[in-house]
């Protein structure tokens, strides 16, 4: 499912994993499972490469800059705090 969201290969994604760009788990031994923190924390350290040296990430990585800012908007939303 991610490399369909990123437009990449299963092999690009297995390779960020054993590389420790992208935190994974193993379900019963075979089984990998990202969880979503781990992708979203691995799609703003791209975005922020990105902006700062002035290259876009390989891969699909980078959507439409409505799709980034509406991912910027809910990770940067305040949350209630309780009193």
Known sequence: MLA???QC???H???QIAAGRLR???VGGKL???SMDAVEEYECQSIACASTEGS???HGL???SADNAARLARLTVRRPTAS
């Open 24 to 26: 994974a788990f193993r």
């Open 56 to 58: 876009s990430p390989s």
């Open 32 to 34: 990998l499972r990202i």
């Open 13 to 15: 994604i297995r390779n």
């Open 9 to 11: 290969s299963e092999r």
């Open 4 to 6: 369909e969201r990123w």
């Open 62 to 64: 980078m959507k439409s």
